[in-house]
T-cell receptor, first 109, second 114 residues
Framework: TQLLEQSPQFLSIQEGENLTVYCNSS?????LQWYRQEPGEGPVLLVT?????EVKKLKRLTFQFGDARKDSSLHITAAQPGDTGLYLC?????????FGAGTILRVKS | DAGVIQSPRHEVTEMGQEVTLRCKPI?????LFWYRQTMMRGLELLIY????????DSGMPEDRFSAKMPNASFSTLKIQPSEPRDSAVYFC????????????FGQGTRLTVV
């Protein structure tokens, strides 16, 4: 069974701070997706990374796929209250999309 | 497009009762997924369909769970009989193809079995 471990589980920061959340596995994934989920809603895709070492930027969010395609990170610069939510990583392997447990981010104003 | 539509949004039922959750995927999408989300286990894939055919149901926890997709625009997830440990948020998602294409999620059905 392929498992994705996300850390930290919970993060509470002040507006304007930077943060990084991690997604790690012992398995290799063909691709990895990051989703954000707000309370009462379903997850929404932020980005898909495919190539080892790939870096993608989405405004203040920077996503990186590890060289060995086993891990990924999400860095948020100058966090805003609107960034609050559950951040999920999901890896494609064995013809399935496997989700991590997520990181709950709370950004206080 | 209205997105993936799930019904009901909330369901409270007594243990032993049958529960049916419904999903209308985005028109044109050929893959449909049912997930269950709990605090303890996170988001788990229960089953997915491609072109209305079940491809992988290894995530279905027990025989009490069954899913159907009679046509491209409708799917159901049934639990019979329901148990308190089935309480969770159940999500339906659809995509244009396979497991790696972007999955569009519905708003979920929050199921409480008492």
């Amino acid at each position: 069974t392929q498992l994705l471990e996300q850390s930290p589980q919970f993060l509470s920061i002040q507006e304007g701070e930077n943060l990084t959340v991690y997604c790690n596995s012992s398995s290799v994934f063909s691709s990895l997706q990051w989703y954000r989920q707000e309370p009462g809603e379903g997850p929404v895709l932020l980005v898909t990374v495919v190539t080892g070492g790939e870096v993608k930027k989405l405004k203040r969010l920077t996503f990186q796929f590890g060289d060995a395609r086993k891990d990924s990170s999400l860095h948020i610069t100058a966090a805003q209250p609107g960034d609050t939510g559950l951040y999920l990583c999901a890896g494609e392997g064995g013809n399935k999309l496997v989700f991590g447990a997520g990181t709950i981010l709370r950004v206080k104003s | 497009d209205a997105g993936v539509i799930q019904s009901p949004r909330h369901e409270v039922t007594e243990m032993g009762q049958e529960v049916t959750l419904r999903c209308k995927p985005i028109s044109g999408h050929n893959s449909l997924f049912w997930y269950r989300q709990t605090m303890m286990r996170g988001l788990e894939l229960l089953i997915y369909f491609n072109n209305n055919v079940p491809i992988d149901d290894s995530g279905m926890p027990e025989d009490r769970f069954s899913a159907k997709m009679p046509n491209a625009s409708f799917s159901t997830l049934k639990i019979q009989p329901s148990e308190p440990r089935d309480s969770a948020v159940y999500f339906c998602a659809s995509s244009l193809g396979g497991t790696t294409a972007e999955a569009f999620f519905g708003q979920g059905t929050r199921l409480t079995v008492v």
